[in-house]
């Protein structure tokens, strides 16, 4: 593995030479990607789960046997999701995507970044806020303006369920599964940027990329058990973009610039 910081010489042409050169890039990304727009951590502390324990507010059963009290979450959620837009890291992945560098884009995120950057291939592990869902008939709706001020629990138009937001909640199965492991089929370069992979299935991705013969690029500020050395002695990842998501995406891309002339 090698360690690269943005104060290298060339930021290291020899990682983006082998990007340049992969037949199928993927990008799996977390919540380091969405803070650099001013979104919170939720496990930070001070982050919506220490106001909001998961386990008292954030399950499927939970939701079921209490909404008003799930909402109360879905809330404060909601708005600190309001007037955010997508940072450098979204653009340049949304440009290698559009250049042909990059198959598809795998988050964690619910907060629809990537889809305003411009990202079209975008896989939601855990859903998306920007939406309500009806458990009851299956109903998917935009909500209205007004939902996150009042008190009132939204109904589906069709059957008049209370919705909850198109989020996976504990206890819950996450979504596009099937879809990810297309995209993961022959994927030999996977990006894991802003995340420490430690959640499953997502942490399960960059294993299974690697056991195929796939390099793994991370982008992280400290390093995770990607970047520690295993029992074989060596780690899950074979760079290590050690930096802000946005900085050293932007790095990388004026690398890759420079050496494509795109």
């Given at each position: ?141 935009k909500p209205a303006a007004s939902l996150l001020e ?62 195929s013969g796939g390099m793994i690029y991370e982008f ?37 610039e420079a050496l494509t002339g795109q």
């Open positions: 593995m090698k360690i690269i910081t943005s104060s290298e010489k060339n930021f290291c042409d020899e990682a983006v030479d082998c990007f340049i050169k992969a037949k199928k890039a993927v990008a799996l990304t977390g919540a380091g990607v969405s803070v650099e727009s001013g979104i919170d951590d939720f496990r930070s502390p001070g982050g919506l789960w220490s106001r909001y324990p998961p386990e008292e507010y954030g399950s499927i059963a939970v939701f079921r046997r209490n909404p008003e009290k799930s909402w109360k979450l879905f809330r404060a959620l909601g708005r600190g999701l309001l007037g955010k837009k997508p940072n450098h890291a979204h653009l340049v992945l949304s440009d290698l995507e559009r250049k042909g560098f990059l198959r598809g884009v795998i988050t964690q995120n619910i907060d629809n970044l990537h889809q305003e950057s411009g990202s079209e291939n975008v896989l939601e592990i855990h859903g998306n806020h920007r939406y309500l869902q009806c458990l009851n008939c299956g109903d998917t709706s009042d008190n009132s629990l939204p109904r589906c138009r069709w059957c008049g369920h209370i919705l909850k937001p198109d989020v996976v909640l504990f206890g819950e199965d996450v979504r596009c599964y099937e879809e990810i492991n297309d995209l993961l089929h022959h994927c030999d370069l996977l990006m894991v940027i802003g995340t420490s992979a430690q959640v499953y299935p997502a942490a399960a991705l960059p294993e299974q990329v690697k056991l992280n500020i400290v390093k995770t058990a990607l970047t520690n050395v295993q029992g074989n002695g060596s780690a899950h990842s074979d760079y290590f973009f050690q930096g802000g998501a946005a900085s050293m995406l932007r790095h990388f891309r004026k690398r890759l």
